[in-house]
């Protein structure tokens, strides 16, 4: 494949770090975003000398468009631009506080957003690039009720991507528009989750039908393949596909079966 420019949000661990090097190892150019510096500079010297870490707080939009210019400045172009950071929670839908729906959806929502209003304008001046929003499975089946406001935003931001995708497709058919959603990946998200994860209660399993957590890498490899082949959604996992398919046939028995495990 080209070499291409890509930036990744939320590149300092998890999923973000993997693709920085999955995609390093392709040959691509890197602008890595997170804010803990140290862990950044870290996964970008994995990456070699195409790669350069920008601190960035991706709830800020000034720190977006800062990205984006730095991003201009040392590469001259960008390709593709993965909005990938997000945070997690763990609170019923009653505990909820007004604070912490406003941090879920600045982190999960707005973040992206931002992105979005940075990246594709450019795009459409130069009437080609790729935009690919992480978001999670919970965001097309919320089936996990600690993570309430996290699955609401990224429903959200599944949302909000479709209708930028159509909003494009009649006007700019080389500007493609990716929903990546992958289920349960082993990374440090239950840990940073706001209110930490508890551990499952002995005696309760996963829910029915679910697929095993995947690894980071196979996450990334995954939205790889969805830069080297554009496609508008992409479950990472593909028995997320048949979970869903499920779901929408019977909503009723599927929360039910859900519910009583
Ligand atoms: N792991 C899962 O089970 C899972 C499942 C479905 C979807 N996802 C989604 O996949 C994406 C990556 O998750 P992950 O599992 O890799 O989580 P993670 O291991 O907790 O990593 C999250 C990354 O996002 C960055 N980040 C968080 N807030 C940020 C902010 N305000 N500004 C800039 N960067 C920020 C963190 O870096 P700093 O702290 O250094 O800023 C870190 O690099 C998220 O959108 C998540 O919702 C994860």
Known sequence: MAEKVVVITGASEGIGAALAKTLAAEGHRLVLAARRKEKL???AATCGQK??????DVTRRADVEAIRDEALRRFGRID?????AGR???RKVLELSDAEV???MAVNLKSALYGMQVAVPYFQQRGEGQLINVSSFLGRIPMATIRSAYSAAKAALNSITTTLRLELMATH???HVTLVMPGMVRTAFAQNALGGTPELAPGRSPPPGVPAAQS???VAAAIAAAIANPVPEVYTNPQQARLVADYFQDVAGFERRMASR
């Open 80 to 84: 593709v631009w993965v909005n990938n």
């Open 216 to 218: 980071a890498e196979e």
């Open 173 to 175: 058919p080389n500007i």
């Open 88 to 90: 997690g929670i763990s």
């Open 41 to 43: 500079e870290a996964v």
């Open 102 to 104: 406003d941090e879920m």
């Open 51 to 56: 790669a350069i870490a920008v601190v960035a």
